[in-house]
């Protein structure tokens, strides 16, 4: 259904994070193509972490507005569907990011005119984001949260060469983590069920940084998450389980478990470093679960 005319788009961005500038250009472009076709438009700048929350949800407290678009990586992405959780507002997707992994898994627009054109129709698709519970409250992911190895990189890699290089400052990070990270088991409670694991991720895709397979399908339309546990621990096993990644062959790792689960629980060790759609998220314990209101996201219009 095409959005009515009366309402109106806000688009949220973030100058101060990496490629800043270049995120304002296209922030600018899909505004010019929305008000081309009619539609208002304003666009919003973030101050610091977590202010796109705060932006999305007086968008949706001012009332008219039919559309929020996140402008950035899966991290802005996170907490502008924070901020409009247990609304009516569709969230849109400007990916210009790092990794951009929710919209590679949704196949959403790349570019500012189809994603206009979307938002113009109204064509959506439904997902159902997880809430991750820590000692800090609930907070919505739509694409995963981890504790174990990865949680740890994200943890330790530098906000600076971050914005310098981009995806490879996860790369030095990771050389950095192979040797220093200690590796504890954790406990993981999968629907009721206790499981042991070097690492674990809770996901909603299929997708890992970018393309590359994390398990073998997607649960961001059911009320459901994929629980990926690596059994082996230590610098090679995790050299290995990067180069599965890598080559596509992660699910089918004999040491790699993957379940469907409505419900994960890691209790112990507590302290662990989470990460949370790819930002750092808290310390263990942690329990996830499944929200009890899906979210609407802008997808590209029919061919035609």
Request: positive net charge; contains cysteine; glycine residues 10%.
């Amino acid at each position: 259904m095409a959005m009515n005319a009366s309402r109106s788009v806000t688009i949220i961005v973030n100058p101060a994070a990496a490629a800043g500038r270049r995120r304002s250009g296209h922030a600018t472009r899909l505004a010019a193509a929305l008000r081309r076709a009619g539609v208002a438009v304003q666009i919003v700048h973030t101050r610091d972490r977590g202010h796109a929350t705060e932006l999305a949800r007086a968008a949706v407290r001012h009332g008219g507005c039919s559309h929020v678009v996140a402008t950035g990586g899966d991290g802005t992405v996170a907490e502008v569907a924070r901020g409009l959780a247990g609304s009516d507002v569709v969230l849109a997707v400007l990916p210009v990011g790092t990794a951009n992994v929710l919209a590679r898994e949704l196949d959403l627009p790349f570019d500012e005119r189809t994603l206009a054109r979307g938002i113009i129709a109204g064509t959506t698709t439904t997902v159902w984001p997880g809430v991750l519970h820590t000692a800090q409250g609930p907070s919505l992911f739509v694409q995963m949260a981890g504790v174990g190895f990865d949680a740890h990189v994200v943890h330790t890699v530098s906000p600076r060469l971050k914005k310098a290089v981009g995806r490879a400052a996860y790369v030095v990070s990771v050389l950095r983590a192979l040797w220093g990270y200690r590796y504890p088991v954790l406990r993981v409670e999968v629907d009721g069920v206790m499981h042991g694991a070097s690492s674990a991720i809770i996901s909603k895709g299929a997708l890992y940084a970018g393309r590359h397979v994390l398990a073998p399908v997607s649960m961001q339309g059911e009320k459901a998450f994929s629980v990926v546990l690596f059994g082996n621990a230590g610098p090679w096993a995790t050299l290995r389980y990067g180069l599965a990644l890598l080559c596509g062959t992660l699910p089918r790792q004999k040491d790699v478990t993957v379940l469907r689960a409505k419900t994960v629980a890691i209790p112990a060790p507590t302290g662990l470093p989470v990460q949370s759609d790819g930002d750092a998220h808290g310390h263990t314990a942690i329990r996830a679960d499944i929200n009890d209101r899906p979210l609407r996201i802008a997808i590209c219009p029919p061919a035609g």
